[in-house]
């Protein structure tokens, strides 16, 4: 099974970054880089260090361009090794709106059906944006793909997994959890809860990790039974290779 890269102005309505070659999907969504090489099948943009393979079948338009100069990366501030705070971060200041288009935005490594961006909030220094599968809604969906940044949150992800586990055994103490990869700032794991009162039967992959302006979660979501091993190790290695660029 192949998975594409699909690329989604979810945080931001526009780009800074100092690249001149672009490539627009047929949403009309951009991704500024540095064109590596061109097939039938498929363009290797660089963009942020990064080679993502675009299939061809979903760009609308390729506009080439001379690069300027790439800035210097910035590093990630370091982590505060606490326990966690509340997952609403840093209470926003009514004087300070969130600006959406200072803040980094995921390139998420989709499978190869058709997903398309279904709700995107803001609300408490949390910019959340949801994906379903074509035909399906937030209010009704099989799985869903969900983006999360907890603006300004700089709890250890271990804390931020350690506490979301916690919750899940009160609620359904035969839940099943596996941690999947566990580096410093930067976790994967999966859960499924089965035969839960109240809950319905669902599975979950799911990576935390540190980006420049927070904390990101990144989740695949299932209903009503296990993730189908023919996508499984596919959906694990999609949020793996899953990242974010900083405008």
Known sequence: MRFKTLFFLAFSATTSLAFADTVENKNGQVLEG???????????????????????????????????????????????SSAPVPFQGQKPSKEEPIDLSKLERPII?????TWKLAVQDVKNNRVVAYFVLEGQSVQKWSELVTAELYIGLRTDPKYFVEYVHNEAMKKCPKTEWKVLKDEPHDILYEWSI???????????????????????????????????????QGWIEGLKNSQFVKP
Do not use: W
């Open 34 to 80: 540095m064109i590596q090489s061109e097939n039938d099948k498929e363009v290797i943009l660089q963009t942020d260090g990064m080679d993502i393979s675009i299939l061809k079948s979903e760009i609308k338009n390729i506009t080439r361009g001379k690069m300027a100069p790439k800035p210097k990366p910035k590093e990630p501030p370091a982590p505060v």
């Open 109 to 113: 490594v989709f499978d190869e059906r």
């Open 194 to 232: 089965k035969d839960c009162a109240g809950v319905p039967d669902q599975s979950e992959i799911v990576r935390v990790f540190f980006g420049y302006d927070g904390l990101h979660v990144l989740h695949y979501a299932i209903k009503l039974g296990e993730i189908p091993e023919a996508r499984h």
